[in-house]
């Protein structure tokens, strides 16, 4: 795939996506693969990686002898592994320019009925995670006076969605965390920023919102009246890690079809109809 502009070059570029066999990380690993980027995917299961980097580097296009996109075996609850997804994304490459934090797990759950432990779970790997990720990877960034971390965060970071209260919790403290690395990392040039997504359909919240009441309450208050895809999310991650977001840092990017935008909009549920007559 040609680029047509250096402001989104990605050539020579390496980068490391948590989460990236499947879902919004998946779409992110492939649009920064084709716009020239090596990528690492990583997820905890050494087979689901290895599979979607063979699929992301045959889509990625170019040389068909030039492996574009692997994959590494990664638990980001553990400082051990994420070391070594991180080293072995070197070996591998030769060097490494982009973090993308795109690893998570969903649980609903009245809060009332919520354990600690369970809290605890969602937000090691979202938060804690997430830093383990930033550390090691931004010890190379700090080497080399160069890096961009991109965190993944959430629609629910800026409004409540009801019986997710540790993936809420976890996902502003992720906003919180891009802060404070944007404002104390700037001076090893390292940018730091997020992505919210708004609601896009992937194998952890699938269940929760197509065919269901809930989804249906959402695309009622979503001015363009569907759900987002992978790939559109990914074009703000090509964004930031290209030279055009060269200058933005410490930012949160939503990407989620006008539903923050929306207090009164068109659509009705069945019961607040207009009456006729």
């Not at 040389?63 to 075996?73: C, I, K, L, N, Q």
């Not at 104390?184 to 896009?200: D, L, S, Y």
């Not at 979503?222 to 840092?249: C, D, Q, S, W, Y």
Request: glycine content about 12%; charged content about 20%.
């Amino acid at each position: 795939m040609g680029i047509t502009t250096s402001l989104f070059d990605l050539t020579g570029k390496v980068a490391l996506v948590t989460g990236g066999a499947s879902g919004i990380g998946r779409g992110i690993a492939q649009a920064l693969a084709q716009h020239g980027a090596r990528v690492a995917v990583g997820s905890r299961t050494i087979d689901k990686v290895e599979a979607a980097a063979r699929e992301l580097n045959q889509a990625a296009g170019g040389d068909a002898s030039e492996v574009r996109v692997t994959g590494v075996s990664i638990d980001v609850t553990q400082t051990a592994s994420v070391e070594t997804a991180v080293r072995k994304t070197v070996e591998r490459f030769g060097r490494l320019d982009i973090l993308v934090n795109s690893a998570g797990v969903m649980l609903r759950k009245p809060t009332f009925e919520l354990e600690v432990e369970e809290f605890k779970k969602i937000y090691d790997t979202h938060v804690a995670g997430s830093l383990r990720c930033c550390q090691a990877a931004g010890r190379l960034f700090r080497e080399q006076h160069a890096g961009c971390i991109i965190n993944l965060a959430s629609i629910s970071s800026f409004v409540d969605l009801v019986e997710v209260t540790s993936y809420a919790c976890a996902k502003n403290a992720v906003i919180g965390l891009t802060r404070s690395l944007a404002n104390e990392w700037a001076k090893f040039g390292i940018r730091t920023n997020a992505i919210a997504p708004g609601f896009v359909p992937t194998e952890i919240n699938r269940k929760m919102i197509e065919n269901t009441d809930r989804g249906r309450r959402i695309l009622e208050h979503t001015p363009l009246g569907r759900f987002g895809k992978a790939e559109e999310i990914a074009g703000a991650a090509v964004f930031l890690a290209a030279p055009a977001g060269g200058f933005v840092n410490g930012h949160c990017i939503v990407v989620d079809g006008g539903y923050l935008a929306c207090g009164i909009g068109e659509a009705f549920a069945p019961w607040a109809q207009p009456k006729k007559g």
